[in-house]
């Protein structure tokens, strides 16, 4: 008996069809496109959470500076010409700020710098408008989808103290 053994032309070997590949690229690509929107949807909320934590940041740091300045002032006068305050302690100026619709620019030494960026209003309160002394600022910013009203004042023990 002969012992047949078949040609390598005539083996038959296991493969895909055109179709069937085909089928797994459409697949995969789909897939693809799901994952990168996906992945757009999470870089967006990344951006709308970076920025949030920004704006909060600078609040924080402007509320802080603000604060900072007052501590160190005994009494706040308002320039008659223009939106300056003058922040005075011991009869000294120590600093000043340019209010603008744009934010506060704080003036130092020889230092600059802005704060309250894009506030939408502030309010100054008197202790005596003829002299332009100031009491408190009061500043309104927005935060997130609404507003928040800021009261910043003297301390109450140097108007006791002044009165006496």
């Known amino acids: 008996m002969k012992h047949h053994v078949p040609h390598i032309f005539y083996m038959r070997y296991k493969g895909t069809t055109l179709p069937e ?12 496109l799901i994952l990168f929107e996906g992945m757009n949807i999470v870089n967006r909320y990344n951006y709308m959470l970076k920025d949030r934590l920004i704006k909060k940041n600078e609040l924080f740091y402007s509320h ?14 308002k320039a008659k010409e223009d939106d300056i305050l003058l922040f005075y302690k011991t009869g000294e100026i120590r600093h000043s700020i340019i209010l603008k619709n744009e934010g506060f620019q704080v003036l130092f ?8 960026i894009n506030n939408l209003d502030w309010e100054l309160r008197y202790i005596d408008e003829e002299k332009h002394e100031i009491d408190s600022i009061i500043v309104i910013v927005p935060i997130d989808n609404d507003t928040l009203t800021l009261k910043y004042g003297l301390s109450s023990m140097y108007h006791l103290i002044k009165k006496q």
């Open 21 to 32: 590949i085909l089928i797994v690229i459409i697949l995969s690509g789909i897939l693809f």
């Open 64 to 77: 802080s500076t603000l604060e900072l300045i007052l501590e160190e002032t005994d009494s706040i006068r």
């Open 109 to 116: 030494k020889e230092l600059q710098d802005t704060i309250f």
